[in-house]
């Protein structure tokens, strides 16, 4: 397939959005919106519901510099860097697609309509052949990602450090369009109205449990010792093991990605007065239940545990005759008005965050849940929608 921009009803659509989604026309001013995370829709809420964001202002300074990160004004490519701006803002216009979030697909059809497409060499469009493939297959679910579909992509031409943005970038798009639905949903309304949209295919991960797992890269790692003094310094900044954990010494080869990353996922998972709160690792496991994930629903699961969860629940999510469907099933047959309410908010913000509205947050607050705590479920739903992805792209978990 050649990827490239084509007119439709005075404006520009992506090659990626098929038909079945509507042309909708381009409005310019979304690239210019100040706020490039959160788009000016929290400018919409309600005083008291807009103070509870702004209590997250940690986070949101986080998230914000990490699209600026990968989402730069201005780019410039070279041996070792060669995903361009094009290149990134095509796949998180990709991503924005997939996930259906209106204002996200608008925003990055903005910042992206200006750019200069790359040239129609054959080259150039089995390149971006795989750029659209990859960012549209990780962004529907990431254990249709193979070992052979990072080997393409250095094939292309990708170096590791490429994979890496890459990777990183489809988590950060994929995160930022849940959060944009919760947002919405604090609005009062779903994050957009696509007739036709389809359904988000199932996982059929098999293997969940407690046990201690290891997780091995699929790319070469940055050796410590000879690492720049920037890579050291990031390493040193953000986990006292790093030096010595695969994941973050593959991360490294985009040391400030990997630096904000580190940064949101701190302020999301030590958020308030406690740490381990039994409703964030549920839903961190439930998350990673969905997405296939093996070994964050194990850290997880035992941090659940360790929070004083309910040990029944763990034992049915990771029950090997259930697949995709365990936490449905879970979720309809809990006695637990908290934590059923907890898991139906997890799963639609997790497979569909275009359908999450108003009734999944009356849901959790139903149940019990405080603002704070609703709040801090969902962000937790939604970061481990780019976590599970950099796990499960990067690297493999296997048994120690």
Not at 12 to 35: F, I, K, M, N, R
Not at 60 to 75: G, I, K, Q, T
Not at 91 to 118: E, F, I, M, N
Not at 319 to 327: G, K, L, P, S
Request: overall charge negative; hydrophobic content about 40%.
């Amino acid at each position: 397939m050649e990827q490239q921009r084509k007119a439709a009803h005075s404006g520009w659509y992506h090659e990626t959005q098929s038909s079945q989604y509507g042309h909708l026309p381009l409005d310019p001013h979304a690239a210019l919106v100040q706020d490039r995370f959160l788009l000016g829709l929290d400018n919409q809420l309600d005083p008291t519901l807009r103070q509870l964001l702004n209590e997250r202002q940690k986070l949101l300074r986080a998230s914000r510099a990490c699209y600026e990160v990968l989402f730069p004004d201005n780019l410039s490519v070279s041996r070792t860097v060669t995903l361009s701006l094009y290149d990134r803002l095509s796949s998180a216009l990709t991503v924005a697609q997939v996930t259906g979030v209106q204002s996200l697909c608008s925003h990055y059809a903005a910042r992206l309509a200006p750019l200069s497409s790359p040239d129609a060499s054959r080259e150039s469009n089995i390149r971006q052949t795989h750029i659209t493939q990859f960012a549209r297959l990780l962004a529907t679910q990431p254990t249709l990602i193979t070992p052979s579909m990072l080997d393409q992509l250095s094939h292309v031409g990708f170096s590791t450090r490429d994979i890496v943005t890459f990777t990183q970038l489809i988590g950060f798009v994929s995160y930022q369009a849940r959060v944009l639905a919760v947002v919405n949903g604090l609005r009062g309304r779903a994050a957009a109205v696509l007739p036709g949209f389809p359904a988000p295919e199932g996982c059929e991960q098999k293997g969940f449990s407690l046990a201690m797992l290891q997780w091995k890269s699929r790319l070469p790692e940055v050796a410590p010792e000879t690492a720049s003094k920037h890579q050291q310094d990031v390493l040193d900044l953000i986990a006292p093991d790093a030096r010595s954990s695969s994941f973050y010494t593959l991360l490294v080869h985009d040391a400030d990605a990997l630096s904000e990353f580190s940064a949101v996922f701190n302020h999301v998972m030590q958020a308030g007065e406690r740490p381990k709160a039994a409703w964030r690792e549920l839903s961190a496991v439930a998350t990673s239940k969905l997405n296939g994930c093996l070994y964050c629903a194990g850290i997880h699961g035992r941090l659940y545990l360790e929070a004083n969860g309910n040990e029944a629940i763990i034992g049915s999510l990771f029950e090997e005759n259930h697949r995709d469907d365990a936490v449905d099933a879970l979720s309809k047959t809990l006695s637990d008005r908290k934590e059923a309410a907890l898991l139906d908010a997890v799963i639609t913000l997790t497979r569909t965050p275009e359908r999450f509205d108003a009734r999944q947050l009356h849901g959790l607050s139903d149940a019990g849940y405080s603002a704070t705590q609703s709040l801090d479920i969902l962000l937790t739903a939604a970061l481990f929608s780019w976590s599970n992805r950099l796990i499960q792209t990067l690297g493999d978990t296997l048994n120690r």
